[in-house]
């Protein structure tokens, strides 16, 4: 099962390679999205699978996605304190290890999220297995978590997240070109689909979104 939905994160896309000259927009030009979320959050878990995972081959050339695994956890003298426990720290921790290995590739990271956020436990089993999954190696990424680099990786989240999100009282929080608002956080809760899209209209990507709401017409004729 695990197999089948890390394949089948961006099939859509390859509907869309013909459609070259979107290939190549700028960075500058696209919608950066921020998704700050923890591994160990029922929210994130369920917006990460449910919401993002879906539209993401639909928008991922007009949008700059980057994932934060931290949550609200914070610093202490002796290491991290998580609010759902040391898992959702070390969860957490190899997240960043594994993303730190696919530097700008959210194709990757979804990948592995697809994988990782399938069947949580009280264990750190499939944070590690799916790192295998996405090609690394299980041991070096293990050894990234344990040591000194995880720790600075978890640091680095940290400080982007209570930068970005205001202290971070939403898990998961959106932020959209960098900005937090409280808007932005509520109607993202409420419909992501409808915010990324208004936002992507702001961008000038107007096509993007009727390929958006086809594709979701397409998965959930509730919606
Ligand atoms: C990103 O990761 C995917 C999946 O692991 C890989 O196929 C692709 O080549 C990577 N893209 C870049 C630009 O490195």
């Known amino acids: 099962m695990n197999t089948s939905v890390a394949i089948l994160v961006c099939l859509m896309s390859i509907a869309g390679l013909n459609a070259t000259a979107d290939d190549q927009i700028p960075l500058q030009k696209k919608l950066f999205v921020s998704i700050y979320y923890s591994a160990r959050s029922t929210a994130s878990i369920h917006f990460i699978l449910t919401k993002l995972s879906p539209l993401f081959c639909s928008v991922q050339k007009y949008v700059f996605l980057e994932l934060v695994p931290f949550g609200k956890a914070y610093s202490t003298n002796i290491g991290f304190y998580c609010m759902n426990g040391h898992i959702e720290c070390r969860a957490n921790t190899i997240h960043n290890c594994v993303f730190d290995q696919f530097p700008h590739n959210s194709t990757a990271h979804l990948e592995y999220l697809n994988c990782a956020l399938q069947h949580v436990d009280n264990t750190i089993h499939v944070e590690e297995k799916c790192a295998g999954h996405v090609g690394l190696s299980i041991d070096e990424i293990h050894t990234c978590a344990t040591t000194r680099k995880g720790y600075l990786l978890m640091l680095e989240a940290e400080i982007d997240t209570k930068d ?17 608002n409280d808007r932005d956080q509520r109607l993202a809760q409420e419909d992501f689909e409808a915010i990324l899209c208004q936002k992507l209209i702001n961008h000038g990507f107007t096509n993007v979104c009727s390929t958006i709401n086809n594709v979701l017409r397409y998965r959930d004729p509730h919606h």
Do not use: E, I, L, M
């Not at 939403?170 to 070109?177: G, H, L, M, T």
């Open 164 to 180: 970005k999100t205001r202290g971070s009282r939403f898990v998961p929080s959106y932020v959209f070109d960098d900005v937090y």
